[in-house]
């Protein structure tokens, strides 16, 4: 018996665990490293910056945004895809990390948050003596 599988509902069924209309949906998030931070990047399209709230609370950086779901009157929806409601990500920070300098910039509906790196945690040159090297010996139990 033959069946017909949708390539895309397995992929669907995934991705409907992250999140859907009524709980709200992910929040996608690019992460890289410069000599001096972390930066994150979260895409929040729609979403007004005064809905937007980020919070460091020990080693976890929460952001939380809230998208209030279009009001259309009369309209009868096709596709609803862009979920609505709170949207939340909790990032833990290592301890290299300085969560008291953190800054926060939101523009375009991306939301970059810069980490720096604690001074202590960069890497530094270490300085190397040059002379004759003492005789290491090491004892022998009889």
Known sequence: MLRFRDPFEEMDRMLGSFGNPLRGGIMPMDAFETDDAYVL????????????????????????????????????????ERPAGSHRREVRLGARLDPGEIAANYE???????????????????????????KLTAGVAA
């Open 41 to 80: 990047r979260f895409d929040l399209p729609g979403v007004d910056p005064d809905h937007v709230d980020m919070t460091v609370e020990g080693n976890v950086l929460t952001v939380t945004a809230e998208r209030h779901e279009e009001e259309t009157e009369g309209a009868t929806w096709l596709l609803r």
């Open 108 to 134: 375009n509906g991306v939301l970059t948050v810069k980490i720096p790196i604690r001074e202590e945690a960069k890497p530094r040159k270490v300085a190397i003596q040059s002379g004759t090297n003492e």
